[in-house]
């Protein structure tokens, strides 16, 4: 049960195949509980802290004790090859964005 009102559930459902992110294509549909320690409330709270995460590492805790570690500075500078390579037009959708 939600502990607030804008709490949801955020769910890596598949990860896109790319040089940063060697090793972790197997996560599929599993929950994201925090960020950097600090916990993931919604899909927006998310992004907020990884687009203005300044640590040297971008760390996810997942469901079923998983942890996703990527170096920050390599992560946001990969964000538009992954995004060319699949296809995708945007990272975020308008209503993410800070």
């Known amino acids: ?3 607030s009102q804008d709490e949801q559930l955020v769910v890596i459902s598949q ?21 950097n320690g600090n916990p993931v409330t919604n899909l927006k709270n998310l992004a907020s802290m990884v687009e203005s ?3 040297e590492f971008l760390k996810f805790d997942l469901e079923y004790q998983q942890i996703v570690v ?4 390599v992560a946001k500078e990969a964000t ?3 995004l060319t390579t699949h296809c995708i037009p945007s990272a975020m959708s308008d ?4």
């Open 53 to 55: 995460c300044r640590d």
């Open 95 to 98: 209503d993410l964005k800070s």
């Open 15 to 35: 990860v896109l195949v790319a040089d940063i992110n060697i090793g972790y294509e197997e996560i599929v549909n599993t929950q994201v509980l925090a960020f």
């Open 80 to 82: 538009l090859d992954i």
């Open 70 to 73: 990527l170096r920050t500075k």
């Open 1 to 3: 049960m939600p502990k």
